[in-house]
């Protein structure tokens, strides 16, 4: 039995999986032409994957199939994997759009701190960028030492430092090394400057919010994973310093982060239906559907533009 006819079976329980997954075999080409080539390599199983991953997520269930699919092509097209979680690369972060009855969840794609470390990397002028956190012991043993004015920075790594409990970092910091600079730039946010960013994300207000009389949810992803959100937040702190050469692909995450992170409904809602472009590929569109020259045959190109062509 295909993975189709399983999810038809479940039609009553599955139905917002089934319309995601037509999407997807339906504009199988359009998504392919924007995923990094080790996920194409394995198309059916990255579907498959996707699908389960918006079953078995109960809040990400509630979003519509087609914000799911725009979602999962920004993301790509920035050649960041939002499925895989463990990458931290970039997530699936619901947000509401509406309100009353009229209200419905929209998916829109959140950056992880790996992913714009990623990005950051595309510059041919970046060799190196990194981020961490700091704990209460990394300062009483002396394992980390930074002069964010000359960019000299030590964090030496100690077993016996207890890193297990988020609530007690004491800061963040950023780095990145540049191919034609010996030392780094250098950005620390401490824990307050830390909670003030925290504070105007709108899903972590959203998260902090009792709705009709019930406890808040808290399950934005600066509950989920506050080391990786200060993480990200050092980052964004660093390259929007202005000295660091980004890559186009890093300026657009920046910019989608910071509408999906501190942004109010509408700009939310644009983010999450928005087509980031990133680069220039020959392609024709026929019926909706975008195909790239250079992910068919000669042979299937020369019959796509007569197609187009009868049209």
Known sequence: ????????????????????????????????????????????????????????????????????????????????????????????????????????????????????????????????????????????????????????IRHTWDPSVDRSNEEEIVAAYACCWLKDQELPVVRILHRSEIEGRRARSQAYQRAEKSWDGKDPKRNSPWHKDFGAMARKSALRALFSMGVIPLSPNAMKAMHHDEAVEVGDDEEVVKAAEATVVVEDRESIEINGEVVYRDMVSDEEWQKALKTKEEQ
């Open 1 to 152: 039995m295909s993975y189709q006819d399983q999810l038809g079976e479940e039609q009553g329980v599955l139905e917002n999986h089934v319309v995601l997954f037509d999407i997807i075999s339906k504009r199988k080409n359009t998504l392919m032409g924007m995923m990094p080539q080790l996920l194409q390599k394995d198309f059916g199983r990255f579907v498959r994957m996707a699908v389960e991953a918006y079953r078995k997520d109960a809040n990400l269930h509630k979003c519509t199939p087609e914000s799911v699919y725009n979602a999962l092509q920004d993301s790509f097209q920035l050649g960041l994997n939002p499925v895989t979680k463990a990458l931290g690369e970039a997530y699936l972060v619901p947000y509401n759009e509406g309100h009353g009855r009229n209200r419905v969840k929209v998916a829109t794609f959140q950056v992880g701190y790996r992913g714009m470390t990623k990005l950051a990397m595309e510059s041919d002028m970046v060799g190196r960028v990194s981020a961490g956190l700091i704990f209460p012991d990394d300062i009483v043993k002396g394992c980390f030492h930074a002069d964010q004015a000359t960019g000299e």
